[in-house]
Every structure is written in structure tokens, then in C-alpha cells.
């Protein structure tokens, strides 16, 4: 069992977990509407993406699931960005 810095074991999840996570969010929501970031104070993890240094290893699992650069670009940050724009527009 792979654990973090704490006073108690956690299982971590693997990142081919995390992707079938983000392949659920997909079909549920569509593209559109699904997107990922890193949690920086260090209360999260993912076997296989421990810190902000491996999350390429996240793209490399979507890619070989058949994700497009598209598909990536809105997933990390394309749709969370339209989102913002939307919003500011309503406000205006």
C-alpha cells in the first residue's frame, strides 16, 4: 500500500483509476464540461502521479485511451478558461 505523509495509511488510487474516472466524467457530461488540475498542498495523490512533475504521465493515459489534442486542451484548462469568458460576458 503506497501512503502518504500522514499519521494513517491511505490507499492510493492508480492513475489508470484517475483516467477511468475522467472516461466516466466524459460520458456522463460530455467534454465540454469535464476538466482536471493538481491539488499543490499536497493532500492528494495518484500512484503513478504523485506531484506536479509527473502529471504528464495523466496526458500520456488519455492519449492512449484515444483522447485528441483537442480533447487534452479542453481538459486542462480550455474549458475551465471558456467557462471564465462566459461568465465575465454575463456579468458585463
Known amino acids: 500500500m503506497k501512503t502518504l505523509n500522514r499519521d494513517f495509511p491511505v490507499k ?3 492513475l489508470a483509476q484517475f483516467a477511468d474516472h475522467i472516461d466516466h466524467a466524459v460520458k456522463i457530461a460530455g467534454i465540454d464540461h469535464v476538466g ?13 502521479c504523485l506531484d506536479a512533475s509527473q502529471l504528464p504521465a495523466i496526458t500520456a493515459e488519455l492519449i492512449q ?3 485528441t489534442q483537442a480533447d487534452l486542451q479542453k481538459i486542462w484548462g480550455g474549458n475551465t478558461l471558456r467557462v ?5 460576458k454575463a456579468a458585463a
Not at 482536471?36 to 503513478?48: M, S
Open 12 to 14: 492510493l488510487n492508480t
Open 36 to 48: 482536471i488540475g493538481t491539488d499543490f498542498d499536497g493532500g492528494g495523490g495518484v500512484v503513478g
Open 65 to 67: 485511451r484515444g483522447y
Open 84 to 88: 471564465w469568458r462566459d461568465i465575465k
